[in-house]
């Protein structure tokens, strides 16, 4: 502490000095500048513009100093920060906590006030009593006189909920439903301006908006502008909260609000979530820094509704676990009863609220199921149906604080036809009109939109002085009735699951090499413009088309696996085709940067100059990779590396020989590389392709060309294989390779592979990891295992499908496979791995012999084939002696992590949660951290154990209106990275709901895993140009920032351009301070929260640098003014938090 005082006062002291010798310098030439003018009176006005010239000299001088400071100021805390690992590694074990950040990190772990969503579920029965009318909720009573004082306000809120794609494919719904709703919305909003409607998807709207005339346009514009028609939440979709990671959810935010900021010129600022099976914080967040102020949620367990009715804090302020600072508050409104509809929206009574859906009236095509149909309101029968509807009203305001109440009107692709929109307002309008004439009975009744509705609640809470309570946490695991837990969507469909990821990956590494590329080529010609043949207009396009698919597989329906299977099959496609989209993108911006001659660039779409070596050929086939020809003439291969950290990456390509050399293509230095069987069959290798694995040193953000060519025989090391079957021994085909055979000692030793860091033992019988030792010598027990889980049996009993996971009372059954496995054990200077080869599923688990952090974890592949099974999913269980009690922790969309509690009140399916990059199990001496590349089911059933699910296959619809089961199941990859930490020093036992994050390791690890580098090959041996590597960063970024995106905005004047300006997203992230990274990390970190942009990323340089909200919307970009009041080039940088810019690159 003394140290970092001391720090700071010599930082502060330098500047201090700096500051003062310029201004004593500025008033001396002044002095004399004035001492000069004094002697000589002639030509005043000629002293005057040298006195100018002198001032902005000094200016620039100025400047140039303030930098030299922050430069100075950034590599004293880096200095600082390794000065103290350094100390951290050496010193004694308990040395961790002096980790520099850690004081930012447990900053932010006393958020302890208000509501804790994990003491909610410790305290509540989940006994499921008959509530009567309210079926799962309680009899509401009131007295009549609570509105004397105080009149109820109602908000009606008609809105249409139009799913892009589940039942029919995107394009499907909009040609039968959303057009004509939005066509008709514009008749019949204009008709009567006291009719509002609320729209939410913008992927529609803005398909909509394509088809509409100019005139129509304007009436759009103009209901928008009178208030009658409110775009909520704008995101390109309704997006999913468990499967979605948050780059892909800020996308789809940022791709809907860019859309309504250049064609309707409005910002939305409140969210509206009504059917997305479950609710994260993560979700709250970014609505929250994209500069909304309220939210609506509804898909929320039945028994949590009615805990927080009962306590009447449906309405709260939902703050982030890690803040402890009101600074992320939003107000969120959960709505108290079982669903969206009519039925379930105007009271507790769906009976009588049916009524009030005057879509169901007699005669067409939807009625009411609890048999009292809607009647057409008269003057005969509106007093008995206005106080009938009044009586629900009242109840449900009885639920909350304010006198003011919302009411949704609406349902799934409601108001298509003229006729339902005239039904809902004549027949509501006529009710609105009885009470007014009906002051006694203290209600004010009308159309609104939700600002509407929020902007009365924030008044009404304001004049009562109070406010509303606190809440954390996060709303899975969604039941909506009964034991119905929505806990299989987390891992349904899990094959495009894991392509959205993909597309993710390739979207991002994309959007930063194509800004990086215009801003290259801006820079080289010095006046703005970009190389001649370069189609930035068409890759730009390409770009925005990504972004829009990426987005659009956030919906809901999609990458939850809910859809019908053609409409599954529409979004492969979408999701493929943009990937090799973008790849033609990320093709030509790399072929530009790498030539060293630039007039050399040609582009030609149909004759690219590279390839990807990762291919994809359909949309439901896993990629492969294109085997190269090799010659003594060098093959070039492109390597680019997406992350922000110098990596020590493993590139992989095929080649037809087995014999190679590869060489950095700058140096000529050859690298280390190893030769494998690429396998035909489990025991048959092919014999013309040959995998070449290379060890590459990758800069951050680097584009780097490696040269392979065919040299002697054993240039390059073999891997050496053994194979192993209970029983009888496979016929093994392997040429090229030495396989040696176990002899009879060695058949039941368990097998054991290690690296410098880790060292492992697994079953000599099946392959499966047994145990692990740390070079620390801390050793854990590691037990992999995998199961199978069947469905409840008997006609009447409800069965798991793409939604509900209802396993049957049995449980999960071990893997017993009718014969035993196939084991390869295959052993290199590279990379060693054991994988074990059953019917079901390829499973494989592989030590890198590297020095970087890859060679810390182990990497886990499994490639999963269960297309032969009937109502069934297969799960994979580690089982440690890791004594994590029954709490275990699970990522909330890659964002943050978030403390389960594994409660035996519970019935099994509802301890499953989603997993999207993250989860680990710790104890006082270590932590076991699971790190995903694709979203799963994850559960810690028992104590020391931690399962997911891999994939299901259920014949059967689950009844949420699907009316399918899944049974489209591939060939399905997943894979993983484990990591066991040692905290034995720094650990301290923390009870309560505890935030905790993961160490600076495993983000490193997981930043890997998620974005490898990116390899390409040229496409022949034939002369090329001579090319150089891109290196746009002098050294990593700190180890917590996380480069989120460098996203090229579009052109404010011209549509479908690529502008000037990017949009910078870093995200700062929390880790966990108990354990020092040993040997250290190569990545420094900052105490601060401030950091200096252009130190970081150096030598780019930012020609402006504005913040803005996290969707960039221009009224949210922070005033010049109080840019040039601090320092431009100091930014604060919040841990957890994501920071946004606007920034055009010099
Ligand atoms: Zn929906």
Redesign the pocket.
Known sequence: MKRSRLLAVLVGGIFCVAVMSLYRMLELMQGAELQQRLDTPIGQDEDLSRLQQKIDKLELLLSDNNRLVATLRDTLIQRKASWETGRGANGSSGSTRQLPGCRLAEEMKDGTDGVQLLDVYDLLPFDNPDGGAWKQGFKIRYQGNEWDEQPLEVFLVPHS?N?PG?LKTFDRYYEDQTKHILDNMLIKLSEDSRRKMIWAEISYFSKWWNDIDEQKRETVKSLVGAGQLEMVTGGWV?ADEANSHYFALLDQLMEGHQWMQRHLGVKPSTGWA???FGHSPSMAYLLKGAGLSHMVIQRVHYAVKKHFAQQRTLEFLWRQSWDSSPRSDITCHMMPFYSYDVPHTCGPNPAVCCQFDFHRLPGGRVFCPWTIPPQPITEQNVQERALLLLDQYRQKSRLFRSPVLMVPLGD?FRFVEASEWDAQFTNYQKLFDYFDQHPELHVKARFGTLSDYFSALSRRVAAAGSTLPTVRGDFFTYADRDDHYWSGYFTSRPFYKRLDRTLEATLRATEILFSLTLAEMRRLHGDGRLAADFPAREHFGRLTAGRRSLALFQ???AVTGTARDPVVVDYGNRLFESILNLHAVLQSSAHWLLLLDKSQYHHDQSKPFMQMVDVMSSQDALPQKTPLTLSDQPRSVMVFNPTEQLQTSVVSILVDSPDARVVAAETGQPVVAQISAVWAGPSRAATDSFQLDFVAELPPLALVVYHVTRSSVGSAPRARYTFRRRGNLPNVQVEHFQVSRPDAAEADAPLSLSNKHVQIWSSPETGFLQKLRLQSGLVRRLQVQFLWYGTRTGASRDKSGAYLFLPGEEGAQVYSPPEPPLVRVSRGPVFSDITSCFRHFTHTVRLYHLDGHAGRSLEISNTVDIRSEVNRELAMRLVSDVANGNRFYSDLNGFQMQQRRTLAKLPLQANFYPMSTAAFLQDSASRLTLLAAQSQAVAALRPCELELVLDRRLQQDDNRGLGQGVTDNKLTASLFQLLLEDRRGGAKEVGGASVEHLSLLAHLTSLSLCHPPITMVALSNSQLPKLRPFLPLRSSLPCDVHLLNLRTLEDAQEADNPSQEVALLLHRKGFDCSSAPEPQLKCTWSVHEEVSLDGLFSPLRFGSLRRSGLTLLRDHDEPESARQQTSPRITRLRPMEISAFRAEID
Do not use: L
Request: proline share 9%; net charge negative.
């Open positions: 909920h799913d589940w309704m009504v059917d997305p799934d919906h809901h329906d």
